[in-house]
């Protein structure tokens, strides 16, 4: 089975074995922390603004009274659900479109590679930023969608080079003469086997998209308040950073580790699904 | 190759074009530079601000098409057009670009120069220590934003000047004005330092770079032409850095392209956090502010610089590999 044989790869891989190590002590931490902690996320503790770590408040509180532990677990589900649902929209996008363009070739492939240079050139942190802060009641789900639209379109192209070259394999010619409509072929022969491609790109999607989202928020364009994630959080405690540096700290720390650990694995899987690359 | 390149250029006009457009459009619809205008105490009169947002073709009483078309026009002659409060787009743009050049060449110089020099000692030295060493590091700092990193390296730096009791290393604006001659020179020397490290250690720097250059070298050097080289005679030394760095140098080449294509408008982020008045940081202050002619040419300009980077990539690749010209 190729699947046994790339896990025990993947766990033989120092890096990998690391990252994954880290990357589920981080999702536990998110998502069973708020349970340990003493205070709720939108709770605000008016005896105590911006006083330091202690123990009553372990991370501190911020300028409003929040107790930046549990406002941090907070932001970091939703980094963390938003880096998955980018990546796998983004790069489901990117299979798609590069797997038609390259299969059916001809005008099909013109107007999808010229679609995919345009945006390409069209700035995408401007459009993400006009339009992000306009959306209806700040629905983060429609940031996601923004978020993906624009992170797929590299990796399109490499999907529509190799897909040219599994056109002509004979096992895909096969199932053609046999009727098999082209659409199935699409998603029965061509997809999964690009599948090593497609599972590295959506790991190192995942940490893009959790900067990506954090970069945008670090301006106010991102997820709008009171939503909270770790890039908006990371923008305001970097304001203060030199007078109050846990604000800053805290979920910047979260946030490299949590990237450090998503890119570890992504490494890993790339060394073992596709062991003649070292790039 | 000068047929090849005259076509890329031709669909690469019709792309800024189109990009240009669209992003009128959108700022355009979207953005409300009557709001600056109609919050202001004691109140003006509707006419008034009609007839001055009329005035900069900001008005969103026009058609948006109308719009559109003066801008066009105008763009088309040179001219930008004015930012919402009146000035001229075309004056700050040619003052911020080069903020930002100032800001950005020696960053974006020495994150390749180290890139390539660490990348391709890791490789010589494979699984040694000092390519573990320098494996671990840039994988650490490809993990750090440049918002991270930055403001990271301005709090290390206030704490340094604070236990020192003087500001031994500036860390906001681009120089103080109140100096002159070679000590001005000193002093943007100083205010240069921190930006430079931030922008050339970090993931879109040397730890990138270093990351590409070593793969590619790996490539490189199991390849016969590299063994041919030292067995007819070169010295090992000769042998790397002629035949085997050229030749690995493509990849990291066409990425420096582009890099140096956005040179201007690449570093958002370090202009607003130390506070230099550059390209990126007008594009975050005019979309809060509502100013479209300052988008539209932020986003014009930035599509130009692409357009130039992905044909210098082209040049260079075609100077590093023989096989390109040939073709």
Same mark, same amino acid.
Request: hydrophobic content about 50%.
């Given at each position: 089975?190729?699947?046994?044989?790339?896990?025990?790869?993947?766990?033989?891989?120092?890096?990998?074995?690391?990252?994954?190590?880290?990357? @589920?002590?981080?999702?536990?931490?998110?998502?069973?922390?708020?349970?340990?902690?003493?205070?709720?996320?939108?709770?605000?503790?008016?005896?105590?603004?911006?006083?330091?770590?202690?123990?009553?408040?372990?991370?501190?509180?911020?300028?409003?009274?929040?107790?930046?532990?549990?406002?941090?677990?907070?932001?970091?589900?939703?980094?963390?659900?938003?880096?998955?649902?980018?990546?796998? +929209?983004?790069?489901?996008?990117?299979?798609?479109?590069?797997?038609?363009?390259?299969?059916?070739?001809?005008?099909?492939?013109?107007?999808?590679?010229?679609?995919?240079?345009?945006?390409?050139?069209?700035?995408?942190?401007?459009?993400?930023?006009?339009?992000?802060?306009?959306?209806?009641?700040?629905?983060?789900?429609?940031?996601?969608?923004?978020?993906?639209?624009?992170?797929?379109?590299?990796?399109?192209?490499? @999907?529509?080079?190799?897909?040219?070259?599994?056109?002509?394999?004979?096992?895909?010619?096969?199932?053609?003469?046999?009727?098999?409509?082209?659409?199935?072929?699409?998603?029965?022969?061509?997809?999964?086997?690009?599948?090593?491609?497609?599972?590295?790109?959506?790991?190192?999607?995942?940490?893009?998209?959790?900067?990506?989202?954090?970069?945008?928020?670090?301006?106010?364009?991102?997820?709008?308040?009171?939503?909270?994630?770790?890039?908006?959080?990371?923008?305001?405690?970097?304001?203060?950073?030199?007078?109050?540096?846990?604000?800053?700290?805290?979920?910047?720390?979260?946030?490299?580790?949590?990237?450090?650990?998503?890119?570890?694995?992504?490494?890993?899987?790339?060394?073992?699904?596709?062991?003649?690359?070292?790039? | 190759?000068?047929?090849?390149?005259?076509?890329?250029?031709?669909?690469?006009?019709?792309?800024?074009?189109?990009?240009?457009?669209?992003?009128?459009?959108?700022?355009?619809?979207?953005?409300?530079?009557?709001?600056?205008?109609?919050?202001?105490?004691?109140?003006?009169?509707?006419?008034?601000?009609?007839?001055?947002?009329?005035?900069?073709?900001?008005?969103?009483?026009?058609?948006?098409?109308?719009?559109?078309?003066?801008?066009?026009?105008?763009?088309?002659?040179?001219?930008?057009?004015?930012?919402?409060?009146?000035?001229?787009?075309?004056?700050?743009?040619?003052?911020?670009?080069?903020?930002?050049?100032?800001?950005?060449?020696?960053?974006?110089?020495?994150?390749?120069?180290?890139?390539?020099?660490?990348?391709?000692?890791?490789? @010589?030295?494979?699984?040694?220590?000092?390519?573990?060493?320098?494996?671990?590091?840039?994988?650490?700092?490809?993990?750090?934003?440049?918002?991270?990193?930055?403001?990271?390296?301005?709090?290390?730096?206030?704490?340094?000047?604070?236990?020192?009791?003087?500001?031994?290393?500036?860390?906001?604006?681009?120089?103080?004005?109140?100096?002159?001659?070679?000590?001005?020179?000193?002093?943007?020397?100083?205010?240069?330092?921190?930006?430079?490290?931030?922008?050339?250690?970090?993931?879109?720097?040397?730890?990138?770079?270093?990351?590409?250059?070593?793969?590619?070298?790996?490539?490189?050097?199991?390849?016969?032409?590299?063994?041919?080289?030292?067995?007819?005679?070169?010295?090992?030394?000769?042998?790397?850095?002629?035949?085997?760095?050229?030749?690995?140098? +493509?990849?990291?080449?066409?990425?420096?392209?582009?890099?140096?294509?956005?040179?201007?408008?690449?570093?958002?982020?370090?202009?607003?956090?130390?506070?230099?008045?550059?390209?990126?940081?007008?594009?975050?202050?005019?979309?809060?502010?509502?100013?479209?002619?300052?988008?539209?040419?932020?986003?014009?300009?930035?599509?130009?610089?692409?357009?130039?980077?992905?044909?210098?990539?082209?040049?260079?690749?075609?100077?590093?590999?023989?096989?390109?010209?040939?073709?």
């Amino acid at each position: 089975m190729r699947s046994k044989v790339v896990l025990r790869r993947l766990f033989r891989n120092n890096q990998a074995r690391y990252g994954f190590v880290a990357l @589920v002590a981080l999702v536990l931490v998110a998502y069973v922390g708020p349970y340990i902690g003493k205070y709720d996320w939108t709770e605000k503790d008016f005896m105590a603004f911006l006083s330091a770590p202690s123990a009553d408040h372990w991370w501190g509180t911020t300028s409003i009274g929040q107790d930046l532990y549990a406002v941090t677990l907070r932001g970091m589900q939703k980094s963390i659900l938003i880096g998955l649902m980018v990546a796998l +929209i983004s790069t489901g996008l990117a299979a798609i479109v590069g797997a038609f363009a390259g299969y059916f070739g001809g005008w099909v492939d013109r107007v999808l590679m010229w679609g995919v240079e345009l945006l390409l050139v069209l700035p995408s942190f401007l459009l993400i930023a006009i339009i992000s802060p306009r959306l209806k009641s700040g629905n983060w789900l429609w940031f996601v969608v923004l978020l993906a639209a624009f992170s797929w379109m590299i990796t399109s192209r490499v @999907v529509r080079s190799m897909t040219m070259s599994l056109r002509e394999r004979e096992y895909v010619q096969a199932a053609l003469y046999m009727g098999i409509p082209r659409w199935k072929i699409i998603f029965r022969h061509i997809v999964p086997n690009m599948s090593s491609l497609l599972i590295i790109d959506a790991t190192l999607n995942v940490s893009s998209a959790i900067i990506g989202e954090a970069a945008l928020s670090f301006f106010g364009f991102g997820i709008q308040p009171p939503d909270v994630s770790l890039g908006t959080l990371i923008a305001t405690g970097s304001d203060n950073a030199t007078g109050y540096p846990w604000l800053f700290v805290f979920p910047a720390g979260l946030l490299v580790l949590l990237v450090l650990s998503v890119n570890l694995i992504g490494d890993g899987l790339r060394d073992a699904l596709d062991p003649g690359s070292n790039s | 190759m000068g047929k090849y390149l005259l076509r890329r250029l031709a669909i690469n006009v019709i792309l800024v074009v189109i990009a240009s457009s669209l992003a009128y459009m959108l700022a355009a619809t979207t953005m409300n530079p009557r709001a600056a205008y109609q919050g202001r105490q004691p109140p003006v009169p509707e006419a008034v601000i009609d007839k001055t947002l009329d005035a900069y073709n900001l008005n969103d009483k026009t058609p948006v098409l109308q719009r559109y078309a003066t801008w066009a026009t105008g763009v088309v002659t040179g001219d930008f057009g004015k930012t919402w409060n009146g000035a001229s787009v075309n004056d700050e743009l040619g003052r911020r670009m080069f903020v930002s050049l100032r800001l950005l060449i020696l960053g974006t110089l020495l994150g390749f120069a180290i890139g390539v020099a660490l990348g391709a000692y890791s490789a @010589v030295k494979q699984y040694k220590f000092g390519d573990r060493l320098i494996g671990v590091g840039s994988f650490v700092l490809m993990a750090i934003p440049v918002f991270v990193l930055a403001t990271l390296l301005a709090i290390a730096t206030y704490n340094l000047n604070r236990g020192l009791g003087f500001t031994l290393i500036e860390y906001t604006g681009e120089y103080n004005p109140k100096l002159s001659g070679f000590d001005q020179f000193l002093n943007r020397l100083n205010h240069l330092i921190l930006p430079t490290i931030s922008l050339s250690i970090g993931g879109s720097g040397a730890a990138f770079y270093s990351r590409i250059q070593r793969n590619m070298m790996l490539d490189v050097l199991g390849q016969d032409f590299v063994r041919t080289a030292m067995a007819k005679g070169l010295r090992r030394r000769t042998a790397l850095m002629k035949h085997a760095l050229r030749t690995a140098l +493509i990849p990291s080449a066409t990425y420096f392209a582009f890099s140096v294509g956005t040179v201007f408008t690449g570093a958002i982020f370090t202009e607003k956090i130390y506070n230099w008045h550059g390209m990126g940081a007008w594009l975050v202050d005019s979309i809060n502010a509502n100013d479209v002619n300052s988008v539209a040419a932020v986003t014009a300009f930035t599509a130009v610089c692409i357009l130039f980077a992905s044909l210098l990539s082209d040049l260079l690749v075609a100077a590093l590999d023989p096989r390109v010209r040939v073709s």
